[in-house]
């Protein structure tokens, strides 16, 4: 498991990006009982995740309305299959509007270059 903290903050709201191998839906939910073993992701507003398999997409948009796809079609670009992309927000009191789905983007960029 690959955690990014703190990769962006805007207006309040804090981001981090998380993700390693899933080839099925009982990993990415190994996967996420696991981070939410951590309080700080436990507690966090929305943990946005998609991954890649052989059926297709798998994604949760967690409350945060689209950033699901959003992180499809990043990890599609990227040819990134059988992996989970979590990215979390901690919502911090102003809405962001359309500014969120870019704040996605960044923290799905940070961990695709993370992996190299």
Not at 12 to 40: I, M
Not at 53 to 70: Q, R
Not at 88 to 109: E, I, N, P, S
Request: with cysteine; hydrophobic share 40%; net charge positive.
């Amino acid at each position: 498991m690959l955690v990014l903290d703190n990769i962006l903050t805007d207006r309040g709201s804090k981001y981090a990006v998380s993700g390693g191998p899933c080839r099925s839906d009982a990993e990415a939910q190994a996967f996420l009982k696991e981070l939410k073993r951590k309080k700080k992701f436990a507690k966090a507003t929305h943990n946005t995740w998609a991954w890649l398999g052989g059926d297709g997409p798998v994604k949760n948009d967690d409350g945060e309305s689209g950033a699901g796809m959003v992180i499809v079609r990043m990890l599609e670009r990227e040819g990134l299959r059988d992996h989970i992309v979590v990215v979390t927000r901690w919502y911090g009191g102003k809405h962001l509007g359309g500014d969120r789905f870019r704040h996605v983007q960044t923290a799905v960029r940070a961990y695709l270059d993370a992996l190299g």
